[in-house]
């Protein structure tokens, strides 16, 4: 399996257009790499490339590719993927969708049923692109065949609704958000991926344990980032983010996994880990923890 993550950042990118905390600034001054926002690509045995998530940045990131010789070479307007695996329906995640209208063929896009009414209701990009190139939906069940070496195996995570759907009436147990953990059949190896995360309990720590690489939540710091700088009033928590420092933060209960490669995802553009030489980053690095890049591929 190949594994490439597109993009690092959290919604909004790195730096975010109207941000000037100390980390935008850095990016913009050429001190820090800017990040666009949050999506990894992923082919088994030279089979077709898989899309996970649509981020808004979704064209940049496939010119990318094919500058790097990704893509097979391709006539007419083909989308360069075989599908698309959104792991939740926020903005961040879907309106790169919007982009790949042009193809011409319809998108081929699996998701929970909950991802799919908030984006026929909601958010309807679902009812828009049928007007354009037409939407194949099919639910992401607990684990489904991509390819003839690939599953993609989804399971819930304790995540909040998209803020444009948070004034609908919902039961507690919806789940609106998953997690992915995908193996190459050919090969056993096994990536887990889980841009949102709210909580690490004992079986998502067996999960992350059992998995040959990881990428993960690492969106914000403290769980008062926002509020902190000034630029928000929900905590990390309230966000459904769990932050990376402190006693219950994802960086201590990584600790103890030995097994897997750890890297961290959808990063807030706030986050000190993105300054060069920052004691955050360090103390990132120092458990062997490896900070999210764009454009960063490598091999399952």
Avoid at 83 to 90: F, H, N, Q, S, V
Avoid at 133 to 161: N, R
Wanted: with cysteine; proline share 5%; net charge negative.
């Amino acid at each position: 399996m190949i594994v490439r993550i597109l993009g690092a950042a959290a919604g909004g990118g790195f730096p975010q257009w109207n941000c000037h905390c100390r980390g935008c600034e850095a990016s913009r001054s050429g001190r820090a790499t800017a990040l666009t926002q949050s999506s990894i690509a992923i082919r088994a045995n030279g089979g077709d490339w898989f899309l996970i998530n649509a981020s808004p940045d979704v064209r940049q990131q496939i010119e990318l590719m094919r500058a790097h010789n990704c893509f097979a070479e391709q006539n007419g307007r083909s989308l360069p993927f075989a599908g698309i695996i959104l792991t939740d329906a926020e903005i961040d995640h879907t309106t790169g969708l919007m982009l790949l209208r042009e193809s011409s063929h319809p998108l081929k896009i699996y998701s929970s049923d909950r991802v799919k009414f908030a984006l026929t209701t909601g958010y309807p990009l679902f009812s828009t692109l049928q007007n354009y190139c037409g939407v194949d939906w099919s639910p992401l069940d607990a684990a489904i065949s991509l390819a003839s070496d690939l599953e993609v195996e989804a399971f819930a995570l304790s995540t909040k609704p998209p803020k444009y759907m948070q004034n609908e009436d919902r039961s507690p147990d919806e789940v609106w958000g998953v997690g992915l953990t995908i193996r190459d059949l050919s090969t056993g190896k096994t990536l887990t991926y889980a841009p949102g995360l709210a909580a690490i309990d004992e079986t998502m720590q067996r999960r992350l344990n059992a998995s040959d690489c990881i990428a993960i939540d690492g969106t914000f710091w403290t769980d008062d980032e926002l509020p902190a700088l000034g630029v928000g009033a929900r905590s990390a928590l309230q966000m459904g983010h769990l932050p990376l420092s402190g006693e219950r933060g994802s960086l201590r209960q990584l600790e103890g996994l030995t097994g897997p490669r750890k890297i961290l995802v959808h990063i807030n553009n706030t986050n000190p880990i993105l300054i060069p030489n920052s004691p955050e980053r360090q103390a990132v690095e120092s458990q062997e923890v490896e900070i999210g890049c764009d454009g960063l591929m490598f091999d399952l």
